[in-house]
């Protein structure tokens, strides 16, 4: 410490005042990285932190002041929900389903007259895991087709089926020769949606 003095008695005023001066700057710039900043930055995480809690309060408190509506809202869903599964098939297992929907097409072409020559049954898709819900379709096809409003009351009763829930591909006509209606074959694709009660 007394060399220290020795030395710094050595120089001119200016120079000590401009040492004591960089001595006090690089103190403070010490402080204010080991103290000062840090707590600042404290500050203001705890000021974000309490702002967020305080937005996640207020939709609280909204929701809970609205709780009625919400309630009545989901009920709503809940039985638009319901009322909307009575148009899916309904069965045990996906083959059922299968089985039902290939049921269906054959009594919608019987009630109009037709008569379904093939129809086979394509890859089932998951929709849904809980509810289990698939998508399935039948390819089917119609042969020997003699009047052309059998083959419009079929397209109908398919489109505006008032029990399930059907959808309607890749619907194709060809005929033979001349003659637009006569022994023309009606291919397509039947797609119904499947509630499956346990899976397969």
Known sequence: ?????????????RERMLLIMAIV???????DRVAIAPFFKSINE?????????????????????????????????????????????????????????????NLATKNGLIVSRSTALKKEIINKKPYLIELSINFELSDLDNSQKLQNFLY????NNDKLLFLDNLKIKTLGLNVVKGATVSSTLTAIASIEKKS
């Open 1 to 13: 410490m007394g060399k220290f003095l020795e030395l710094f008695n050595k120089f001119k005023m």
């Open 25 to 31: 700057v690089l103190l403070y710039i010490g402080i």
């Open 46 to 106: 705890t000021k974000e932190r309490l702002e967020t809690q305080k937005q996640l309060l207020e939709k609280y408190y909204s929701f809970a002041a609205n709780k009625k509506q919400y309630e009545t809202r989901l009920t709503d869903l809940d039985q638009y929900y319901t009322k909307f599964q009575e148009k899916f098939l309904s069965e045990e297992t996906e083959e059922l389903a299968s089985a039902k929907l290939q049921e269906m097409i054959n």
């Open 157 to 160: 009763d398919i489109e505006y």
